[in-house]
């Protein structure tokens, strides 16, 4: 198994411009999770779908955050218009529902931004 | 709401040491705990897990024993190794509704040869 595909992995962008994260999560999943990791803030929750569809975006810091899952194989992060204060490890993660307990994610490798 | 709580890092021991790291959770129900671990450059993944009370997980020499008596998941190891070098995250999800997970702020652990 692939596991969780990321991209990129490093995004280097100026202030002001849009940024797009990619994740293929593992195939057969249902649960796909976007995370936010910072020194200051750790582990961040920023929004999580099943089946394709969003079922907690409360984590989404403002409207310029935005995430979308077309289908069961990529979902995206875009962030517009991007801010310095942007810059962290962005974390895509899968999971399959398998019972009551079975609730192990699946990280990807992380996109690594940082907005100048 | 829930939460998790972890010790501070960082942690640092001496090759073939022994590690705990205190975890303790506040939750209703009975959630289900975890342990994930992060090495540098990469991201997270499942160290052990434990669903019910009294359960321990158990990987890669690491224990954890479920303790609903005193809301805690002490993370262990008798003998720690320069590889076990990486951040463990103290995780829950519970059992309320919804997939929500609430990560531990992680501590970080260094081992000296």
């Known amino acids: 198994d692939a596991g969780v595909i990321q991209s990129p992995r490093h995004e280097v962008t100026e202030m002001g411009q849009e940024v797009t994260l990619r994740c293929k999560p593992i195939?057969?999943?249902?649960?796909l999770f976007w995370y936010r990791q910072t020194m200051m803030r750790g582990l961040e929750l920023l929004i999580y779908f099943n089946n394709n569809v969003p079922i907690d975006d409360s984590g989404m810091p403002e409207d310029r955050f935005s995430a979308k899952m077309p289908n069961a194989s990529f979902s995206t992060l875009k962030i517009q218009p991007s801010e310095p204060r942007d810059s962290a490890v962005y974390f895509c993660?899968?999971?399959?529902?398998?019972?009551?307990?079975?609730?192990?994610?699946?990280f990807g490798p992380g996109t690594r931004l940082t907005v100048t | 709401g829930d939460s998790v709580t972890q010790m501070e890092g960082p942690v640092t021991l001496s090759e073939e040491a022994f590690l705990t790291i205190n975890c303790t959770y506040t939750a209703t129900g009975y959630p289900s705990l975890f342990w994930y671990v992060q090495y540098p450059g990469e991201g997270l993944q499942l160290l052990l897990k434990?669903?019910?009370?009294?359960d321990k997980g158990s990987n890669k020499g690491f224990e954890a024993t479920y303790r609903k008596e005193t809301t805690s998941f002490h993370l262990e190891k008798g003998s720690v190794q320069v590889s076990d070098s990486a951040v463990y995250f103290c995780?829950?999800?519970?059992?309320?509704?919804?997939?929500?997970?609430?990560f531990g702020a992680g501590t970080r652990l260094f081992v000296k040869a």
């Open positions: 993660a899968s999971s399959l529902w398998a019972g009551t307990g079975n609730y192990e994610q699946y």
């Open positions: 995780a829950l999800t519970g059992n309320t509704g919804g997939f929500k997970t609430i």
């Open positions: 434990a669903t019910k009370a009294d």
């Open positions: 195939s057969g999943h249902d649960y």
